[in-house]
């Protein structure tokens, strides 16, 4: 059995590479909670853009809401008028694209955004639905027997987490 090793914080200079190249002074970051919320907000903060970087829930969406109930994760704040927005979504790992779906359907029950786009720190392939990042900081393999989730220290530092499930 080999043990996949991330590092996050490398993986994200590279995201933030791409997300400079992705914006544009009327970009406004909307990162999926939790791990593309902590993103989204040291974005916004190493790019020096205004304001506060927005954050959304999947939670209200999802395919499988009777089964999961609604998460502890945080409910979407928007600081901005999504009308017209260019929105960059961000999110720590995509995989079979459901949040995704669900997140794009919250976006829209706030308004009609000029553009979506989407970065994400990994990409794990796996998709069940035809959604893909317009930027991946990495492309990996991991079982389907695993989850891999992105942890931020209390001195902001990231890390992942891999588990078997």
């Known amino acids: 059995m080999s043990t996949l090793a991330l590092d996050a914080e490398a ?4 995201l933030l590479r791409g997300v400079q190249q992705l ?13 593309g919320a902590w993103l989204a907000e040291r974005l916004q903060a190493d790019l020096k853009l205004p304001g506060k970087a927005g954050t959304i829930s999947s939670a209200m969406h999802r ?4 089964q999961r109930g609604l998460s502890s ?4 704040q928007l600081p901005f008028d999504v009308n017209g927005a260019q929105i960059l979504l961000l999110d720590d790992v995509l995989y079979t694209g ?3 779906r669900a997140v794009i359907n919250e976006l829209f029950d706030f308004g009609r955004p000029a553009s979506v ?4 720190l990994v990409d794990r392939g ?4 035809p ?9 990996v393999s991991v079982a389907p027997t695993q989850s891999l989730a992105l942890a931020r220290s209390d001195a902001g530092v990231f890390s992942f987490d891999v588990q078997e499930a």
């Open 11 to 14: 993986l994200y200079r590279e």
């Open 23 to 35: 914006c544009n002074a009327d970009t406004r970051l909307v990162g999926i909670t939790s791990g």
């Open 63 to 66: 395919d499988d809401f009777a």
């Open 73 to 76: 994760g945080g409910q979407t």
């Open 98 to 100: 459901r949040t995704l």
């Open 117 to 120: 786009q989407l970065a994400v």
């Open 126 to 129: 796996g998709r069940q639905l």
């Open 131 to 139: 959604i893909q990042p317009d930027f991946a900081a990495a492309r």
